[in-house]
């Protein structure tokens, strides 16, 4: 049985991925949905090695990095630093915070067979490689954003606990800084992952489009998605109550102080009237 190893990182929110390859000498321009993919030649004058014909390196625009076949550590930091000189953003020494292990297996078996570790095929395709990729980088990087929407959750409970508390001020510097929070989260999973948009190999390619919408369902990328899509509408509600009272405090403020400027203009009237004055 042969077999073909997949490690994914997701690294940061966003790769230029032009930058580099025009570093490469790569001349397609790559857009939002376009994996770069290293290997060969530019692998070799990366690692100042031979390397396998089957070694790669996908760099995916939303911040996910799929190592093909590379056992050795070295290899993937070297990589990883060459990435980095890129996109300094992100921390090297953390890079295993999100990630995942993968394998492809080809067998005589009939039947595809699917597993949280691996896939077994009967025969191989040149699709496999990048499709799984796909799946296992957007995979983490929906873990790493799923994490973030947690902190932006642990943020809201304090605010919601201040409430309890009858302490009902919250600063417009505050609500624009959890509501800015909430908008990338947004921006970086609903927007930049692009959880359904398909690779184009699936629009051409029927066994490749079937293959790819199975591995989808099983690593529920689109349930992942929906359920942060449904989070995120709750946060945004969540947050317009907050401005609500917080206006409404403002208001109410600003109400005292013209009823308060009315009664001492009143007074004043009347010790003027009153000969006080």
């Not at 857009?31 to 390397?51: C, F, G, H, M, Y």
């Not at 790819?212 to 690593?219: I, N, P």
């Amino acid at each position: 049985m042969k077999e073909i190893t997949f490690k994914a990182f997701a690294v940061t929110h966003e790769i230029d991925l032009n930058k580099i390859a025009i570093h490469c000498g790569i001349p397609k321009k790559f857009t939002w949905e376009q994996p770069l993919v290293l290997r060969e030649a530019i692998l070799e004058s990366i690692l100042n090695k031979d390397v396998d014909d089957t070694q790669m390196v996908l760099i995916f625009s939303f911040g996910s990095i799929v190592f093909i076949n590379h056992s050795h550590d070295n290899e993937i930091k070297t990589l990883l630093q060459y990435i980095h000189s890129f996109e300094p953003d992100f921390d090297i020494g953390q890079v295993d915070r999100y990630s995942d292990d993968y394998c492809l297996h080809i067998s005589e078996s009939e039947n595809l067979e699917l597993t949280d570790e691996y896939v077994v095929v009967p025969e191989y395709e040149d699709f496999y490689p990048e499709l799984i990729s796909t799946v296992i980088a957007k995979s983490v990087a929906l873990e790493k954003t799923e994490e973030q929407l947690g902190k932006i959750h642990d943020k809201l409970e304090t605010m919601i606990d201040r409430l309890e508390k009858g302490n009902l001020r919250i600063g417009n510097k505050e609500l624009a800084r959890t509501t800015a929070k909430i908008v990338r989260h947004e921006y970086n999973t609903l927007a930049y992952i692009m959880i359904l948009d398909k690779p184009d190999i699936t629009w051409t390619s029927s066994a490749a489009s079937d293959f790819y919408d199975r591995m989808v369902e099983f690593f529920e990328l689109n349930d992942r998605y929906r359920i942060l899509k449904s989070k995120t509408e709750i946060l945004y509600n969540i947050m317009d109550g907050f401005s609500t009272i917080s206006h409404s405090i403002r208001g109410l403020f600003v109400e005292w102080i013209i009823v308060t400027l009315i009664v001492i203009e009143i007074v004043l009237t009347v010790l003027e009237i009153g000969g006080w004055l």
